[in-house]
């Protein structure tokens, strides 16, 4: 699937996702094989005999979008809103990478140990086995529940699980039971993430400050809540006191969100913040809603756009293990195309951002491979890149 050589000129402007460097120098990037080779100036990189040729026309790349809390079940459906090709949408959105919180909204999840182990890895596979529009599906997180041993992790990570789903929507609240298992899945490489805050649906529950502390989970899943947010206090102690991935989400408290933002670059530590959508949720399914999550924080909380972007992409990336999210050599070719919209106010795309409005996607990347062209659900940009040069299609039937 991926491509082969893909030739990028032209470019205006390369947000890095490099929260300490977010802006790159160079007009031309080239990837082989869905890899990011080279990146720079067009008189200085082998441009030649590319399989795929795109021209920017002046237009800034980003990496791919990461939404770091999504809640799939199955291809590109969701039954909490009945709703298809919701994914798709996404990358509509400049969405490349998702990575599931928990399949919970699958009809009639199992809650025993071994339905809820069984369904996690059929849900990491059939997203591995199927990419809906190309998006990157990270899925198969199952929900601890009461009575899980070690051994169960252990199976769990056997079978290629590499995520929990969120700590706190299955039968496991306390936040002693909850480190026991966290601990068991991260000493054999699965990654967790807890919910945080008010409970989102009848029958969820309330996690305060004291449990995801002492279930000390490696991203404290929407800090602002999903929907309700802790109290403030809370939400400042658990930035300054659980040392793990703040993670602020579409689906929560905008108010609580920026607070959250603010007290990780007053303790310096921007590196932390990492965007998610909770989508689908009671919220419905939000296309763009990591772009507006950009624009919201940028403009309310007053920060570079270029730096929010970084929560996005390298933020996540980084804190999750992912080879994309970055503009840098050996990285995956995911890439978004973005541009000022058309009538935006600002002298650029950056300053539009930074008042609030959304950029217009132009095209999207997913290793190496064009996905989507100009986007179907962001206001237009004012330009979008040009594929000047596409491989020959592929012979169809090839499911
Ligand atoms: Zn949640």
């Not at 400049?94 to 849900?123: N, W, Y």
């Not at 007290?263 to 772009?291: N, W, Y």
Request: a negative charge.
């Amino acid at each position: 699937m991926a491509g082969g050589k893909l030739v990028i000129k032209n470019i205006g402007l390369i947000l890095s996702g490099m929260v300490e460097r977010p802006l790159l120098d160079g007009d031309c990037l080239v990837a082989e094989g869905g890899i990011i080779a080279a990146v720079g100036r067009a008189q200085d990189l082998d441009w030649e005999n590319a399989e795929t040729v795109i021209d920017a026309r002046g237009t800034t790349l980003a990496p791919g979008l990461i939404d770091s809390h999504v809640h799939p079940v199955i291809g590109d459906y969701t039954p909490r809103q009945q709703q298809i090709n919701w994914i798709d949408s996404c990358l509509h959105g400049g969405v490349t990478t998702m990575i599931s919180a928990g399949e919970v909204h699958a009809p009639g999840r199992p809650k025993d140990i071994v339905g809820l182990k069984a369904m996690a890895i059929a849900a990491q596979r059939w997203y591995e086995n199927f990419r809906p529009s190309g998006v990157k599906m990270l899925a198969g997180a199952p929900v601890i529940e009461d009575g899980m041993e070690e051994q169960d992790f252990k199976d769990l990570a056997a079978a290629g699980v590499k995520l929990l789903g969120e700590v706190g929507l299955g039968s496991v609240k306390a936040g002693d039971k909850a480190k026991r298992m966290v601990a068991w899945a991260r000493k054999h490489g699965i990654q967790s993430t807890i919910h945080t805050g008010g409970p989102s649906i009848p029958g969820s529950g309330l996690i305060d400050k004291d449990v995801v502390l002492e279930a000390d989970a490696d991203i404290i899943g929407h800090i602002n809540g999903g929907h309700t947010a802790l109290p403030d206090s809370q939400i400042t102690c658990l930035c300054e006191q659980c040392k793990r991935g703040i993670e602020i989400v579409h689906n929560g408290n905008e108010r609580a969100g920026l607070l959250a933002m603010r007290t990780a670059f007053e303790l310096k530590e921007p590196q932390r913040v990492i965007l998610g959508t909770d989508a689908p949720a009671g919220s419905g399914v939000q296309p763009l809603g990591i772009l507006r999550m950009i624009a919201m924080l940028s403009s309310l909380g007053s920060v570079a756009p270029e730096i929010v972007f970084c929560f996005a992409t390298g933020n996540t990336a980084r804190m999750r293990g992912l080879n994309s999210g970055l503009i840098e050599k050996g990285r995956a070719a995911d890439f978004v195309f973005i541009d000022r919209a058309q009538h935006a106010p600002g002298k650029d795309m950056l300053a539009s951002i930074a008042e609030g409005n959304l950029p217009g996607v132009g095209m999207t990347v997913i290793d190496g491979v064009v996905r989507s062209q100009r986007s179907r659900n962001t206001p237009p940009a004012e330009m979008v890149p040009e594929l000047v040069k596409a491989p020959p299609a592929a012979p169809g039937g090839g499911h």
